[in-house]
């Protein structure tokens, strides 16, 4: 056996870390060829495994990819008696698995159902042996795979060619036929037990690690600190953008790369001792360990704070002008959130990162990039394509860069391209249903603009889970069209489309005219003015809110009531053995494979989550925030509660909704009257919520990519405290320096969408209160709880008894939240992603698997990288100093009423009375 190949360990045992490791140095040094790697098969059934692995378009075969070497070994070690209980396990932990591929599920059953009889008389020292060392692991899976054998119909095993002689030529052949049953048993037993069970997780992670690659350096420090800096810079100084621009974590790869290769190249190779720490300086030549952790330390500065919503809405003379709110209330605010989110993040760990079920597709790109840039890569031709993955990124990087001129700048009009409002841009009713700017977007063709195109990630999520939502949408399109046009509760007298409230003359809703010296409720002044009023997108939206949270506690909660019952006994079970590992009772090969590495115990998040509560008190008593204490605690019991539903979901779609809606609605009751204590605990509520999630995504690319958890939590500890403070800095240089900053009618598209939505949620539930929109203002939106709790039964029931052909990607969850896609956005957002996702995701993955897992990811993150860098540049060459191309393309998409904003249907001036909306003695 060749040496090199020697160095893949076998340790006899799947579960032990050890039996996933391979010194990837030694393995690298020299070229490995086919012909030396799984002696004890023939190269026919090497080539079946190559097929499989889509490594069957390699150029040369004296040097295959070492993933393919590792892979190989294994399905030559694994017994027949392990693999098919493998198998028998998997057919059913992936029963009802949406991103399971079907091919592959059928074909797994296939090779169970055709066990030849013999098999159950094989008695070698082999398979005892591995009975042994899995029976602890097996013992609470026995009884389902009993279920499985009940099931199973032994067929003749004359179908099966064992010994694929018919094959020695070379021939073709479809992977999922079966021509050597033994082989084929073990080679997807192995992809589930050393790699995963989803091609999208195979296409950007390896099945091995080696655990002396060197990661938490010096080096990723200083970069982690530099490009954080600049990556919270560029995200909140375009987070009020409409559409908003960000460096993303996978396009910050682009920069990290060849930052790490510079100063691996500047830095002295030298070891310096501090008492009993030792710091390499310089350990070698720049590694993808090292790339990941630095981007995870950057990634925090990906999403930027909740709370800035929070400063815009109190700060801004537009909205409250709290001219309180310093610096020292917001450094509170900002740190007692953002690390409580943290803290949730360990809590959730079980749930979200060992499960192999959670793939979190949004995160997947990034995985790839960093393959692209760092990883050896074996030369392929794919469908006629030879092109590395990383000439491919850069292709793709120089045209996405080149191309986003023309939209963003010179051709205004193939970014919104609402050209049915060209024919006339002044007809209320064509702009209303068409308009990109103001209207629902409904238009075949949407727009050319990568940055609207890929809106909803169009080459990330998956693509049953695009489609239902997409469905979800376009039902809300009629249901807002008939709300409009029905002039239901005086929509007609608004823009259907806005994200804005408008008082009873249809002028935008002004708070300051409702409350007092405190920001409190004022009743005088409110009879004067009367409540503030929805557009027919918003009406929706906060009824789907409203529906969404009882549906999707109901529903997903009986979903998964299996998994989420067993990581919560691992939660009680980790606080009451806090000595024990966190990964006690996952088996997923990445889970195992991180077991080298010293974990972060329970205790410490929980530490964490106490300080943060401590510095939130704090922030209550000092300032006028008008909130009591309680309400901290009530933000954090809430998360208990919905967090880890809501994280599931996510995790395994890509679709995430926050608590924003449900806290507003309970604090709103609480404390009625009270905009800013709804404010301040909203942010609480959804923060926690939305910074947990992202940072249990990093978490989750560590661990693809295993690199120690302890290191991954320090990195994410010093960011935080960074990109909080750099955050707060860019977000009052914009409210002080940018005219008319989140004005509707900003020339620069800073139009401030997120933070209108948060200003006016804080009228209308805090100021107004809940109590008096259900009571007189909004009747049927208290029907929607019910409404969301009932439709769940149904929904339930069709997934369980219907067949499965038509029920595996039937996802009520993702179509409801289809709904909420609208006020400010609308369809044309949406639409163009679709056809993307419909060529890519389905199309290209289904026909041409092998192209969609080299270039697919890679494709998705240039594009990105390729937005924000000209973005950037364009907005400060020629925008910030207001160099307008004035001609016909960039003047056509805001004609008539796109450019203002959009129309009412019906003129506030022609209501009884002169104005619409409830009379005086009818307010609530």
């Given at each position: 056996?060749?040496?090199?190949?020697?160095?893949?360990?076998?340790?006899?045992?799947?579960?032990?870390?050890?039996?996933?490791?391979?010194?990837?140095?030694?393995?690298?040094?020299?070229?490995?060829?086919?012909?030396?790697?799984?002696?004890?098969?023939?190269?026919?059934?090497?080539?079946?495994?190559?097929?499989?692995?889509?490594?069957?378009?390699?150029?040369?075969?004296?040097?295959?990819?070492?993933?393919a070497?590792?892979?190989?070994?294994?399905?030559?070690?694994?017994?027949?008696?392990?693999?098919?209980?493998?198998?028998?396990?998997?057919?059913?932990?992936?029963?009802?698995?949406?991103?399971?591929?079907?091919?592959?599920y059928?074909?797994?059953?296939?090779?169970?159902?055709?066990?030849?009889?013999?098999?159950?008389?094989?008695?070698?020292?082999?398979?005892?042996?591995?009975?042994?060392?899995?029976?602890?692991?097996?013992?609470?899976?026995?009884?389902?795979?009993?279920?499985?054998?009940?099931?199973?119909?032994?067929?003749?095993?004359?179908?099966?060619?064992?010994?694929?002689?018919?094959?020695?030529?070379?021939?073709?052949f479809?992977?999922?036929?079966?021509?050597?049953?033994?082989?084929?048993?073990?080679?997807?037993?192995?992809?589930?037990?050393?790699?995963?069970?989803?091609?999208?997780?195979?296409?950007?992670?390896?099945?091995?690690?080696?655990?002396?690659?060197?990661?938490?350096?010096?080096?990723?420090?200083?970069?982690?600190?530099?490009?954080t800096?600049?990556?919270?810079?560029?995200?909140q100084?375009f987070?009020?953008?409409?559409?908003?621009?960000s460096?993303?974590?996978?396009?910050?790869?682009?920069?990290?790369?060849?930052?790490?290769?510079l100063?691996?190249?500047?830095?002295?190779?030298k070891?310096?001792?501090?008492?009993?720490?030792?710091?390499?300086?310089?350990?070698?030549?720049?590694?993808?360990?090292?790339?990941?952790?630095?981007t995870?330390?950057?990634s925090?500065?990906?999403?930027?704070?909740?709370?800035?919503?929070?400063?815009?809405?109190?700060?801004?003379?537009?909205?409250?002008?709290?001219?309180w709110?310093?610096?020292?209330?917001?450094?509170?605010?900002?740190?007692?959130?953002?690390?409580?989110?943290?803290?949730?993040?360990?809590?959730?760990?079980?749930?979200a990162?060992?499960?192999?079920?959670?793939?979190?597709?949004?995160?997947l790109p990034?995985?790839?990039?960093?393959?692209?840039?760092?990883?050896?890569?074996?030369?392929?031709?794919?469908?006629?394509?030879?092109?590395?993955?990383?000439r491919?990124?850069f292709?793709?990087?120089?045209?996405?860069?080149?191309?986003?001129?023309?939209?963003?700048?010179?051709?205004?009009?193939?970014?919104?391209?609402?050209?049915?409002?060209?024919?006339?841009?002044?007809?209320?009713?064509?702009?209303?249903?068409?308009?990109?700017?103001s209207?629902?977007?409904?238009?075949?063709?949407?727009?050319?603009?990568?940055?609207?195109?890929?809106?909803?990630?169009?080459?990330?999520?998956?693509?049953?889970?695009?489609?239902?939502?997409?469905?979800?949408?376009?039902?809300?399109?009629?249901?807002?069209?008939?709300?409009?046009?029905?002039?239901y509760?005086?929509?007609?007298?608004i823009?259907?489309?806005s994200?804005?409230?408008?008082?009873?003359?249809?002028?935008?809703?002004?708070?300051?005219?409702i409350?007092?010296?405190?920001?409190?409720?004022?009743?005088?002044?409110?009879?004067?003015?009367?409540?503030?009023?929805?557009?027919?997108?918003?009406?929706?939206?906060?009824?789907?809110?409203?529906?969404?949270?009882?549906?999707?506690?109901?529903?997903?909660?009986?979903?998964?009531?299996?998994?989420?019952?067993?990581?919560?006994?691992?939660?009680?079970?980790?606080?009451?053995?806090?000595?024990?590992?966190?990964?006690?009772?996952?088996?997923?090969?990445?889970?195992?494979?991180?077991?080298?590495?010293?974990?972060?115990?329970?205790w410490?998040?929980?530490?964490?989550?106490?300080?943060?509560?401590?510095?939130?008190?704090i922030?209550?008593?000092?300032?006028?925030?008008?909130?009591?204490?309680?309400?901290?605690?009530?933000?954090?019991?809430?998360?208990?509660?919905?967090?880890?539903?809501?994280?599931?979901?996510?995790?395994?779609?890509?679709?995430?909704?926050?608590?924003?809606?449900?806290?507003?609605?309970?604090?709103?009751?609480?404390?009625?009257?009270?905009?800013?204590?709804?404010?301040?605990?909203?942010a609480?509520?959804?923060?926690?919520?939305?910074?947990?999630?992202?940072?249990?995504?990093?978490?989750?690319?560590?661990?693809?990519?295993?690199?120690?958890?302890?290191?991954?939590?320090?990195?994410?500890?010093?960011?935080?405290?960074?990109?909080?403070?750099?955050?707060?800095?860019?977000?009052?240089?914009?409210?002080?320096?940018?005219?008319?900053?989140?004005?509707?009618?900003?020339?620069?598209?800073?139009?401030?969408?997120?933070?209108?939505?948060?200003?006016?949620?804080?009228?209308?539930?805090?100021?107004?209160?809940?109590?008096?929109?259900?009571?007189?203002?909004?009747?049927?939106?208290?029907?929607?709880?019910?409404?969301?709790?009932?439709?769940?039964?149904?929904?339930?029931?069709?997934?369980?008894?219907?067949?499965?052909?038509?029920?595996?990607?039937?996802?009520?969850?993702?179509m409801?939240?289809?709904?909420?896609?609208?006020?400010?956005?609308?369809l044309?957002?949406?639409t163009?992603?679709?056809?993307?996702?419909?060529?890519?995701?389905?199309?290209?993955?289904?026909?041409?698997?092998?192209?969609?897992?080299?270039?697919?990811?890679?494709?998705?993150?240039?594009?990105?990288?390729?937005?924000?860098?000209?973005a950037?540049?364009?907005?400060?060459?020629?925008?910030?100093?207001?160099?307008?191309?004035?001609?016909?393309?960039?003047?056509?998409?805001?004609?008539?009423?796109?450019?203002?904003?959009?129309?009412?249907?019906?003129?506030?001036?022609?209501?009884?009375?002169?104005?619409?909306?409830?009379?005086?003695?009818?307010?609530?």
């Amino acid at each position: 056996m060749n040496e090199k190949v020697e160095t893949i360990v076998s340790s006899g045992n799947r579960f032990a870390a050890e039996d996933h490791e391979l010194d990837l140095k030694a393995i690298n040094s020299a070229a490995v060829s086919l012909a030396h790697v799984g002696e004890m098969l023939t190269e026919m059934q090497k080539r079946i495994i190559l097929k499989r692995l889509n490594y069957d378009n390699i150029v040369d075969y004296s040097d295959i990819p070492t993933g393919a070497v590792f892979m190989i070994e294994k399905i030559q070690n694994l017994s027949i008696e392990e693999s098919l209980s493998i198998l028998k396990e998997a057919l059913v932990d992936h029963d009802d698995d949406v991103n399971f591929p079907t091919a592959d599920y059928d074909f797994i059953k296939r090779l169970v159902e055709h066990e030849p009889s013999m098999i159950e008389e094989k008695t070698s020292c082999e398979s005892i042996q591995a009975e042994n060392n899995n029976n602890n692991n097996n013992n609470n899976n026995n009884k389902k795979i009993e279920t499985i054998n009940e099931k199973v119909t032994v067929e003749s095993s004359s179908e099966i060619n064992s010994s694929s002689s018919d094959n020695e030529e070379g021939q073709d052949f479809d992977e999922f036929k079966i021509v050597d049953w033994d082989l084929q048993v073990k080679l997807e037993a192995a992809l589930i037990a050393y790699h995963s069970p989803y091609p999208e997780v195979r296409a950007v992670t390896d099945p091995f690690d080696d655990p002396m690659i060197p990661c938490e350096t010096l080096r990723v420090y200083i970069l982690g600190i530099i490009w954080t800096c600049i990556g919270t810079f560029i995200n909140q100084f375009f987070a009020e953008r409409q559409p908003a621009v960000s460096l993303g974590s996978a396009v910050c790869q682009l920069l990290l790369y060849p930052s790490g290769v510079l100063i691996s190249k500047i830095l002295p190779h030298k070891t310096l001792n501090f008492w009993k720490l030792s710091i390499n300086l310089n350990p070698g030549p720049w590694t993808h360990k090292e790339q990941m952790l630095a981007t995870i330390f950057y990634s925090v500065s990906n999403g930027i704070s909740y709370v800035s919503y929070n400063l815009h809405a109190q700060k801004l003379e537009l909205f409250y002008n709290n001219q309180w709110v310093d610096f020292g209330y917001q450094v509170l605010l900002i740190l007692a959130t953002n690390y409580l989110g943290i803290g949730f993040a360990g809590i959730l760990r079980k749930f979200a990162i060992y499960p192999h079920k959670a793939i979190w597709p949004t995160i997947l790109p990034t995985i790839a990039l960093n393959k692209a840039l760092l990883q050896k890569e074996t030369k392929e031709d794919i469908n006629g394509w030879k092109i590395s993955r990383y000439r491919w990124f850069f292709l793709v990087f120089s045209f996405s860069f080149v191309y986003n001129w023309f939209p963003t700048y010179f051709m205004n009009f193939l970014s919104y391209f609402n050209f049915l409002t060209w024919f006339a841009p002044n007809n209320v009713n064509l702009v209303a249903i068409t308009g990109s700017a103001s209207g629902l977007g409904m238009s075949p063709i949407p727009t050319f603009d990568w940055n609207i195109l890929n809106f909803n990630g169009a080459l990330v999520y998956p693509f049953y889970a695009q489609i239902n939502q997409y469905i979800g949408t376009v039902l809300a399109f009629f249901v807002i069209v008939g709300l409009w046009y029905s002039n239901y509760k005086w929509t007609g007298y608004i823009p259907i489309n806005s994200s804005s409230l408008f008082d009873q003359h249809g002028n935008r809703y002004n708070v300051k005219n409702i409350v007092d010296e405190n920001t409190l409720f004022d009743q005088t002044k409110y009879e004067q003015v009367g409540p503030p009023y929805y557009s027919a997108a918003n009406l929706v939206v906060y009824g789907s809110f409203i529906a969404l949270y009882p549906f999707s506690i109901v529903y997903e909660g009986f979903m998964n009531r299996k998994p989420i019952w067993n990581a919560l006994k691992g939660l009680v079970h980790g606080f009451r053995n806090w000595r024990g590992s966190v990964y006690e009772g996952f088996y997923d090969p990445h889970t195992t494979m991180m077991k080298k590495y010293k974990e972060v115990p329970d205790w410490v998040f929980l530490l964490v989550l106490v300080v943060s509560i401590v510095l939130a008190i704090i922030c209550v008593q000092i300032y006028p925030v008008q909130t009591p204490v309680w309400g901290i605690f009530f933000a954090v019991g809430i998360n208990f509660v919905f967090l880890i539903p809501l994280t599931i979901i996510y995790a395994t779609t890509g679709f995430s909704f926050g608590l924003n809606v449900l806290v507003q609605l309970i604090v709103g009751f609480a404390l009625p009257g009270n905009g800013l204590a709804l404010m301040f605990l909203k942010a609480f509520g959804y923060n926690i919520n939305g910074q947990a999630q992202n940072y249990i995504s990093d978490q989750k690319m560590a661990h693809y990519v295993k690199i120690p958890p302890r290191a991954v939590f320090r990195c994410q500890m010093l960011s935080i405290f960074v990109s909080s403070f750099l955050g707060l800095a860019v977000l009052n240089f914009q409210i002080e320096n940018i005219p008319n900053y989140c004005s509707p009618t900003n020339t620069q598209k800073f139009t401030c969408p997120n933070s209108t939505v948060f200003y006016s949620a804080s009228i209308l539930w805090g100021v107004i209160g809940p109590k008096k929109v259900f009571s007189g203002l909004y009747p049927v939106l208290q029907w929607c709880f019910l409404i969301g709790f009932l439709l769940a039964f149904p929904c339930i029931a069709f997934k369980k008894y219907a067949p499965k052909k038509y029920t595996k990607y039937f996802q009520p969850t993702l179509m409801i939240g289809g709904f909420l896609y609208y006020a400010p956005y609308n369809l044309s957002f949406y639409t163009g992603g679709v056809y993307l996702s419909i060529l890519f995701m389905w199309y290209i993955k289904s026909r041409y698997l092998a192209w969609w897992q080299k270039y697919n990811f890679v494709l998705s993150g240039a594009m990105d990288a390729g937005v924000a860098f000209s973005a950037i540049i364009i907005f400060f060459a020629v925008q910030y100093k207001e160099h307008y191309l004035s001609w016909w393309g960039n003047d056509v998409p805001w004609k008539g009423i796109e450019g203002m904003g959009g129309a009412s249907r019906l003129d506030p001036a022609d209501a009884p009375g002169g104005f619409f909306g409830l009379r005086p003695n009818q307010y609530p």
